[in-house]
C-alpha cells in the first residue's frame, strides 16, 4: 500500500484532478457571482476572448459551470515513473443530484455513481461495488449544488483559482484561461497556443450535432476531450445489468460513503496541493484548564495534565481543527485510497482490527480517547478505530554511547519513515504529558492520536520503534499502546523490557530503548510468537558484525549508510553528528519527523516534515523535558484564555 502512496504522486494528482473536474462542474450560485467581479472580468470581454470563447463553447459552458446536463469524456497521458501512463474520464452530469464519474488506468479504476436513492462506489479491477442507501445526515456529501465550497478548502491552493473557473459563465472562464495560459490564437483554424507551448484546439471533421472534441498539448503531455449531451442516467438494474454483474456487492450506509469521499477529497487537495493556511500555519497560542498551546520555532508544543479525562478533553480544545485533519488524513483520503487499492472498505479493516486490539488496550487510555472526542465532538468509536492506525509504522533508529561519542553521553536518533504524502505533517505536535499518578513524559506525535511512537520519559528512559511486517496479527496491545506505557510506568531500561516480555504483541516490529541513568541501550526484534535482544557491540545476522557502545536498526541500503557514517565519526559523535547520521539517505523521501534524544540531560531535539521536504532536511528544536515538567508540577492551571 506504501509503494502506491509514495510512488504514484502524479498519478494521484491526476486522480484527483480528474475527480474534482468532474464533480465541482455545477452551477453553483454563490460563485457564479465572481463572474461579474470587475477582478476577475475587468469589467469586459475583449475580441480575443470572445473569439476564443466562441471557439470552444461548449467546452467553457461545461468547465464554468453552466450546463445543467452534459456528458464529459477523455484522458491524459504523460510521463509518471519513468514511462508513459494514461488515464481515462468520463463525467456524465444531470441536474443537481445525479452524476456518474469514471476513471481508468492501466492498474487503477474507480467509478462512483450518484442518484437519487443510491451511491455506489465500483472498483472495477476487484470486481466489487459499495453500494450506499439510507440517508444523508451531515453536511459532507456529494450532492453537486454547493459542492465547490464544501470540496475546495482555504487549505489548498485550488481555493485562490477556483471561482474564476467554476464562475457559471463560459465567457468570464474565456477570458480567465486566455489570461492564465497567455493564449494567442494559432495559424490553424480553431486552435490557440500558449507562450509556455500549451495548444488547445478543436479537432477539425470531428464535431456532429451532439458531441464536440478536443485536443490539449503540453511539452510530453497530451490531453483530449470530447462533450456531449448525455443519454439518460442508468439505475440501480441497469448497472448491476450492464456493469457489474457477478461483481461482488457491499451494501454500506450511503451517509458513510459520501463522507469519506468527500472529506477525502477535501483532504487530498489541501495535501497534495496546500496552500499557505497550511504551509504558513498561523501560530495561535491557547490556555485551556488542564493544558496549553505554544509554538517554539514554529514548532507546536503542546503541554497537559491532570486525570486521563481532563487530559483528553485538554487535546481536543487546543488541537481541534488539527485533530480532525489528522482524521481527513487516516479515515478519509488514505482510507479511500486504500479501499480502491485493496478491494476492501478500509473502514471496515480498521474496525476489525480494532476488536482484536481493545482487550489489550488499558482503561485510563480508554478514558482519554473517549473524553478527546467529546471534546471534538466527534463519536468515541471513531477516535478508538483511528488510535490504531500506527500499528503500520515503519522506520530506523540507533543509540550511540560511551567510546562512540564525543562526551560519553548516550544519543538516541529516531527516524519516522512513514507517508507524507497523507499529510499528517499538518497535526504535528510535541506533547508534554502528566498524568496523574504516572511517570511524566513527552511524545512527538500527531494531533488527535494519544499513543506514542517516539518518547522519552522524566526517568531518562527514551523509547522508538520501526515497524516491520506480520500486519494482521493483532490479538496483542497495540504497539502504540505499549510504547506509551513505557513511557508512562518504566522507570529503568530494565522495566521497559520486562514490559514487552511479558505483555502480548501485535505484529513485527522494532525497536531502540535506551536509559540515560547508566547510558545503556538495546535493539529488539519483537513479534507475537518470540522477542529477541541485541545489546550494545553484539552482532546479528541481519544488521551485520557489532559495533562497540553503539546499537543500529534500519535496513537495505538505510543500514549500510547508517553504519557507514558511525564507523567514520566513531568517537566524535555529538548532537550535531548525531543528526547528521539520521540525514539522507539513512532517513527516506517519507521521512515523517527524527528525533535526537539526550536522556541523561532531560533534552530532545525534534524535525518535523513540512509539505516542501522530509523531516531530515528541516532544521530541529530543542526541548527541555525536565524543565517542562517542572512548570507542569509546580503552577496552577490557568482557564480559557483564547
Known sequence: M???????????????????????????????????????????????????????????????GASESFELSGSIAGPVDGRRQNLELRFAKWGDQAFELELNHSEYAVGIY???????????????????????????????????????????????????????????????????????????????????????????????????????????????????????????????????????????????????????????????????????????EAQVENGELRWVDGQRLVLLS?????????????????????????????????????????????EAAYARLRPHIPEDHLIETRALANSL????????????????????????????????????????DYMTMIGLQDAATTFVIAVDGKIPFVTVGYAGFIGSVSGMNHEQVSLGEMGG???????????????????????????????????????????????????????VAATPEKIEFVYPGQGHPLLGEGIKDTVLLSAGDRLTMLRARVQESYGKIDKQKAQWLMSRPVAMSSNLHNVLFVPEDGLLQVANASHQGPAADQPYVEYNLRALVQELQTKTQPVRTK
Open 114 to 284: 450518484r442518484h437519487g436513492d443510491f451511491t455506489a462506489l465500483a472498483l472495477p479491477k476487484h470486481r466489487v461495488v459499495f453500494l450506499g442507501k439510507g440517508e444523508l445526515i451531515g453536511p459532507d456529501h456529494l450532492q453537486l449544488r454547493g459542492i465547490t465550497e464544501r470540496l475546495i478548502s482555504r487549505g489548498s491552493i485550488v481555493s485562490t483559482f477556483a471561482p474564476m473557473v467554476f464562475c457559471g459563465d463560459p465567457q468570464a472562464l474565456a477570458g480567465a484561461l486566455k489570461t492564465l495560459l497567455e493564449l494567442a490564437p494559432s495559424d490553424e483554424p480553431l486552435s490557440w497556443v500558449g507562450r509556455d507551448g500549451t495548444e488547445l484546439r478543436v479537432q477539425k471533421n470531428v464535431s456532429t450535432i451532439t458531441e464536440t472534441s478536443y485536443e490539449v498539448l503540453h511539452r510530453e503531455w497530451h490531453g483530449s476531450m470530447q462533450v456531449a449531451v448525455p443519454k439518460a442516467p442508468r439505475t440501480e438494474v441497469q448497472l448491476r445489468e450492464e456493469l457489474w454483474a457477478d461483481w461482488r456487492l457491499e451494501d454500506l450506509n450511503r451517509d458513510e460513503l459520501e463522507r469519506t469521499l468527500s472529506r477525502g477529497l477535501r483532504r487530498a487537495l489541501e495535501v497534495l496541493l496546500p496552500s499557505p493556511v497550511l504551509t504558513n500555519p498561523r501560530q495561535t
Open 469 to 523: 511486517r506480520g500486519e494482521g496479527q493483532w490479538d496483542g496491545v497495540p504497539m502504540a499502546t505499549l510504547m506509551r506505557r513505557g513511557l508512562e510506568e518504566c522507570h529503568t531500561l530494565q522495566d521497559v523490557i520486562d514490559l514487552w516480555s511479558n505483555n502480548p504483541r501485535t505484529c513485527e516490529y522494532y525497536y531502540v530503548f535506551a536509559d540515560g541513568k547508566d547510558r545503556s541501550a538495546v535493539g
Open 306 to 350: 491532570g486525570t486521563p479525562e481532563q487530559v483528553g478533553f485538554a487535546h481536543g480544545q487546543l488541537l481541534k481543527s488539527q485533530s480532525m485533519a489528522c482524521i481527513d488524513s487516516v479515515l478519509h483520503a488514505f482510507g479511500t485510497v486504500q479501499t480502491i487499492q485493496t478491494g476492501r472498505w478500509f473502514r471496515r479493516d480498521l
Open 377 to 416: 465532538e466527534i463519536s468515541a468509536e471513531t477516535m478508538e478505530v483511528l488510535n490504531v492506525f500506527p500499528e503500520l509504522f515503519h522506520c530506523s533508529g540507533f543509540a550511540v554511547f560511551g567510546d562512540a561519542t564525543l562526551d560519553g553521553k548516550l544519543y538516541h536518533g529516531r527516524v519516522l
Open 2 to 64: 506504501f509503494k502506491f502512496l509514495r510512488s504514484r504522486r502524479r498519478w494521484l494528482i491526476l486522480l484527483i484532478a480528474g475527480w474534482t473536474c468532474g464533480v465541482v462542474l455545477v452551477d453553483t450560485p454563490s460563485i457564479r457571482a465572481v463572474a461579474n467581479d470587475d477582478r476577475f472580468s475587468g469589467g469586459r470581454v475583449n475580441r480575443d476572448s470572445a473569439d476564443f470563447a466562441e471557439s470552444f463553447a461548449p467546452l467553457l459552458e461545461v468547465l464554468s
